[in-house]
């Protein structure tokens, strides 16, 4: 079974400042995606940033990048310039690319909560 | 462009009541349902999930079910409610094989507090 595991409970960061959350996962899939989603005070899940797994090159959007080391299954993100609305709790998840019963199914880790200081 | 609603957004029910909770999608067709729920502290648990009318797949035993009547309702019941079944309560859709199918987007949420 996959899992996903986050191993800071709560990050800090000051405005303008970068900071990065890690995520490891466990899988023996060779085929699957990853995202960070974000949950704010409102609690919608919002999608940040997703990798696919067969991608060598590392998914930016905007001030969010990904560090995606598939060797040492590891996921990180780099939110830089951060900005008071990026505080929230953010999860890493993973999903199968295709087949099976697990398809379409995320899994998620435990989650990280960020807070922005002015 | 697709839309997804979720309802009610709290509620509050005794111990032993039952529970419906709806979700709908708007824009789309046959989309893949999916209910998850987050318990107090952090992580999402997938309750079930479903790929067409009437076809749903539970991933955990529990106190709850869910139904699919039509092709975007997706429903989640309980005939009697427990004080375990408290929580945050997620609807999600995703799109066919192919382009975007990778990607769950979420509901707004519905927060339930069994007493």
């Known amino acids: 079974a996959q899992t996903v595991t986050q191993s800071q409970p709560e990050m800090s960061v000051q405005e303008a400042e970068t900071v990065t959350l890690s995520c490891t996962y466990d899988?023996?899939?060779?085929?699957?995606?990853l995202f960070w989603y974000k949950q704010p005070p409102s609690r919608q899940m919002i999608l940040v940033i997703r990798?696919?797994?067969?991608?060598?090159q590392n998914a930016t959007e905007n001030r969010f990048s990904v560090n995606f080391q598939k060797a040492a299954k590891s996921f990180s993100l780099k939110i830089s310039d951060s900005q008071l609305g990026d505080a929230a709790m953010y999860f890493c998840?993973?999903?199968?690319?295709?087949?099976?019963?697990?398809?379409?199914?995320?899994?998620f880790g435990q989650g990280t909560i960020l807070t922005v200081h002015p | 462009s697709q839309t997804i609603h979720q309802w009610p957004a709290t509620l509050v029910q005794p111990v032993g009541s039952p529970l419906s909770l709806e979700c709908t999608v708007e824009?789309?067709?046959?989309?893949?349902l999916y209910w998850y729920r987050q318990a107090a502290g952090r992580g999402l648990q997938l309750l079930f999930y479903?790929?067409?009318?009437?076809?749903i797949s539970s991933e955990v035993p529990q106190n709850l079910s869910a139904s699919r009547p039509q092709d975007r309702q997706f429903i989640l019941s309980s005939k009697k409610l427990l004080l375990s079944d408290s929580g945050f309560y997620l609807c999600?859709?995703?799109?066919?094989?192919?382009?975007?199918?990778?990607?769950?987007?979420f509901g707004a949420g519905s927060r339930l507090t069994v007493l």
């Open positions: 999600a859709w995703s799109g066919e094989p192919g382009a975007g199918a990778n990607v769950l987007t």
């Open positions: 899988t023996s899939e060779s085929d699957y995606y």
């Open positions: 990798q696919e797994a067969y991608k060598q």
């Open positions: 998840a993973y999903r199968r690319a295709k087949g099976g019963t697990s398809y379409g199914k995320l899994t």
């Open positions: 824009g789309t067709s046959n989309p893949n």
């Open positions: 479903s790929v067409g009318i009437g076809q």
